[in-house]
């Protein structure tokens, strides 16, 4: 069983940066799709950026510029670097994982909500 658990959130003013980081714990085998989701209160949760199977990366066009997607090397740790942030970025954000190897690029991740594992969650505030 793959536990995934988020941190690095917290309040920041307009302009800010946060990392978020998602840990990988328990069974971790080859996390083919990874990916961070938001849902801010009265909204869907919404794809923000993700990384496909073969190492390729998308971006939410929100965030595209200003946010940066990564893993560390043994891929067990992924981040979510979050800069010039904006009070509409305020919102719970979600880390997902799955270890099902399909054909599904990054950005068709961004559209799905079918990973096999997903984090409790790491609330971002951000005032004006």
């Known amino acids: 069983q793959v536990q995934l658990v988020e941190s690095g959130g917290g309040s920041v003013q307009y302009g800010g940066s946060l990392r978020l980081s998602c840990a990988a714990s328990?069974?971790?085998?080859?996390?083919?799709?990874v990916a961070w989701f938001r849902q801010a209160p009265g909204n869907n949760r919404e794809g923000v950026a993700a990384?496909?199977?073969?190492?390729?990366?998308s971006y939410a066009d929100s965030v595209k510029g200003r946010f940066t997607i990564s893993q560390d090397g043994t891929k067990n740790t992924l981040y979510l670097q979050m800069n010039s942030l904006k009070p509409e970025d305020t919102a719970m954000y979600y880390c997902a994982a799955d270890i099902r190897l399909s054909r599904r690029n990054a950005a068709a991740s961004l559209h799905t909500q079918d990973f096999g594992y997903w984090g409790q969650g790491t609330q971002v505030t951000v005032s004006s």
């Open positions: 328990g069974y971790t085998p080859n996390m083919y799709h």
């Open positions: 990384i496909g199977p073969g190492g390729d990366i």
